[in-house]
């Protein structure tokens, strides 16, 4: 197969989170991106295999976006924290495409074993950047015995879990939920130990 040099990857991407939020994840399919992004299916192959790797794809642009942002903002402490939080309640929805995505591939992931050392990797990624924030942020753990690599597991935990709430549920209470939980993670930082 000749290398397509009409599109790059990215523009792929952008036709995909287009037909994401014009049509769905239902009707995103390899054959909508190209038309999207006015190329034959050959160049959307090239560079997507399946669908399942476009739908990683995007899970990973998403995701890098969001911590390329978060660790260029230079804001100190509390501030960086409610900013990476309002980051995550913006993806805290019942029609949030990102979390869709992720949580269709973890489904996929479980009788398919690539996409699970995908999945792993990508989620070891977000565990080691919120553990690396909380260590920017406060100078000893909030709790004492409760390392930062444990305080970034258990928050990424916390907000996938918000995010399967919030997709089962259109009156999920997101802004209450993420305003306490800034409370929670924030109270080590104002209050001697």
């Known amino acids: 197969m000749a290398k397509p040099n009409i599109v790059s990857k990215q523009e792929l991407l952008a036709s995909a989170k287009k037909c994401l939020a014009e049509h769905g994840i239902e009707k995103l399919t390899l054959k909508a991106v190209a038309a999207g992004a006015g190329v034959t299916q050959g160049t959307v192959y090239y560079h997507f295999r399946t669908k399942e790797q476009l739908m990683l794809s995007l899970v990973e642009d998403v995701c890098t976006s969001s911590w390329r942002q978060v660790e260029s903002d230079t804001k100190p402490g509390p501030k960086k924290l409610k900013d990476a939080l309002h980051a995550a309640r913006?993806?805290?929805?019942?029609?949030?495409?990102?979390?869709?995505?992720?949580?269709?591939?973890?489904?996929?992931?479980?009788?398919?074993?690539?996409?699970?050392?995908?999945?792993?990797?990508?989620?070891?990624?977000?565990?080691?950047?919120?553990?690396?924030?909380?260590?920017?942020?406060?100078?000893?753990s909030p709790v004492e015995g409760i390392s930062f690599e444990t305080w970034g597991i258990l928050v990424n935990a916390m907000i996938d879990g918000l995010a399967v709430q919030a997709l089962l549920s259109d009156s999920f209470p997101a802004d209450r939920v993420y305003g306490e939980l800034e409370t929670l993670l924030t109270h080590g930082m104002t209050n001697d130990k």
């Not at 992720?102 to 070891?124: A, G, N, R």
């Open 90 to 140: 913006e993806r805290c929805t019942s029609d949030s495409f990102y979390h869709r995505l992720f949580f269709s591939l973890m489904v996929y992931s479980f009788q398919h074993e690539e996409m699970k050392k995908q999945l792993h990797d990508l989620l070891s990624f977000e565990n080691k950047a919120l553990s690396e924030q909380f260590a920017s942020i406060f100078n000893t």
